[in-house]
């Protein structure tokens, strides 16, 4: 969706390297989801991110929204193969009750042993 | 919990017939969303339920998709007749609407190919 961009599209790094991956909105942004998907299988979720300058961390993976840029950040410290993956941003751009949310097409990681 | 449960897992069938998706959200959950992914155009919603009642079916594509909630713990996503360009995951995703935060959780996903 051109209302959600996520850059870069692909992505291949040596393991033990540091990545950071983009998701930029269009729109006002309420509330930004970050999940990772494996092929053939659901997404996961990792973590979600509502106020301006919130950051939130989970293991090795931190992500960060800033308010003011419409943009969210997320931060993989010493990459292992398990990182491996589809990483996919949906931003809540409904300021009322609708929880309809828009994605990002993904950013695939491959780690390198 | 069992997570979001969908089945089939993978379903082949031909143009023109009819295909059915199910999906049991996870218990306890009040919103139920339904999701196509393409490798063009990523992660689409469908539609969405509250409380088994359909609030936003935008995304439907057309007469052909129809969506159904008839419980708290089942759906069904149906296509007739089935086309080729039909051909992509779905996904169901379950969530706590209104207790916090809304995090939806996807079951494994359903990979239609209609040849």
């Known amino acids: 969706s051109q209302e959600l961009e996520q850059s870069p599209q692909s992505l291949i790094v040596q393991e033990g390297k540091n990545l950071t991956i983009n998701c930029t909105s269009s729109k006002t942004l309420y509330g930004l989801y970050w999940y990772k998907q494996k092929y053939g299988e659901g997404l996961i979720f990792l973590m979600m991110l509502q106020k301006g300058g919130e950051e939130k961390s989970h293991e090795k993976i931190t992500a960060k929204l800033d308010e003011k840029k419409q943009q969210s950040s997320l931060h993989i410290t010493a990459s292992q193969p398990s990182h491996a993956g589809i990483y996919l941003c949906g931003a809540d751009h409904n300021a009322g009750n609708n929880r309809k949310l828009i994605w990002g097409l993904g950013t695939s990681l491959a780690v390198n042993p | 919990d069992a997570g979001v449960i969908q089945s089939p897992r993978h379903e082949v069938t031909e143009m023109g017939q009819e295909v059915t998706l199910r999906c049991k959200p996870i218990?306890?959950?009040?919103?139920l969303f339904w999701y196509r992914q393409t490798m063009m155009r990523g992660l689409e919603l469908l539609i969405y339920?509250?409380?088994?009642?359909?609030i936003d079916d935008s995304g439907m594509p057309e007469d052909r998709f129809s969506a159904k909630m008839p419980n708290a713990s089942f759906s069904t996503l149906k296509i007739q007749p089935s086309e080729p360009r039909d051909s992509a995951v779905y996904f169901c995703?379950?969530?706590?609407w209104g207790r916090g935060a809304d995090t939806q959780y996807f079951g494994p996903g359903t990979r239609l190919t209609v040849l």
């Open positions: 995703a379950s969530s706590s």
């Open positions: 218990s306890g959950h009040n919103s």
């Open positions: 339920f509250n409380n088994n009642v359909p």
